[in-house]
């Protein structure tokens, strides 16, 4: 539910300046101004429900007396989402993943991780139900549109990184009864289930891993989302193969645009449209546009990053001065912004790849998803207003928005009945 407030024109036009010449570009009327068009817009994202597939807010959840109810200064706190941001942005629904950091893969490290996992779910559900007048915890597909109609945001709970299940399959039961509707089978490292896309010492399993074939089995029986960002190319045709129901990519961008190997290429898109899954856009620059080499932007990343604690370790005035210390980098060594421009061009070559049902949304908020134009969850209708720019209509804005996502959530949780039903018989 959109509230028109008055701090988004200057976003607007801010991002007509921008973008610049738009007016020239739109093709649904020739007599339509830039404001009309902005507000046929806000309109557009007011009706359809808006779901964020991806958001990394459960890190800051954890921390004493953060309070979602709360609307916080992004410049001051890095955080991106509360409750009060995402009615700015009229952003209905967003899964809130429980990440953990890849870490020993001994058992305790696994136990350490499960605890922290724990830990997280917990705190989304606790903030549900002390802010039941604002939010509600979801479930299943339709709570989202249920909680819309009762102007409430919907709260979804995922898991990014598969290593909370350690080596115990029963865990994956135990998060689905907490609530958890995804699970991001790996992370930035190889874990034991799957190998990453990103990991320096290369794959492990060839894929997804025995472990984590039985893994993919028990999501599919219990109707969790087999989420495959993150993972490596072979993780991403292993799933295709595996799963029992559709998949999704919770948040991932187009490779051919962006190359990057966190991004799809093109026959993976077309994969994914016949498996009938859906690729869900994120806010990433490095994922969102190519940038010049940058070397001493790079080594200056390197050192900083070299001399930094875990996020979960730091003190609030540590965090403080690490922002401060890459605002400050930043300014010394600017790398080009990647725009609301660079996120549409990504889903035009992903409808062009796979088609309209196909592609979603999943910031990444809180997990260093935030651009130029959608730098929080108070700017998302501006990924709404450059599509309408583009020639979008409000049937596949209300797809790429929602409908998608909801659509294979829907099948996951039949073919899961469908699983149960062929197992009792
Ligand atoms: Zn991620």
Redesign the pocket.
Known sequence: MFQKSRHIYPFFFLLALLIGGCTAESNTSEEETEEEMTQRALEIHDRVLTVDT?A?TPLRMIQPGFDMAERHDPNETGSKVDYPRMKEGGLDAIFFAA?VAQDIRDDDGNTRAKALCLQMIDSIVASTSKNSDIVGLALNPDDAYALEKDGKRAIYIGI?NGYPIGNDISNVELYFEKGVRYI?LV?SSNNDLADSATDSDGPEHGGISEFGADVVKEMNRLGIMVDV??GNDSVFYDAIALSKAPIIAS?SNARAVTEHDRNMTDEMLKLMAENGGVVQLTMLATYLRDAPPNPARDSAVAELRANMKPASEMTDEERTALRQAFRELSEKYPDPPATVKHVVDHIDHIVKVAGIDHVGIGC?FD??GGIQGVFDASEVMNITIELVRRGYTEEQIQKIWGGNIIRVFKDVQAVAEKLQSEGLS
């Open positions: 991806h990394d990440f990014e991001t992370h960002s993150h948040h990444d997990g260093g």
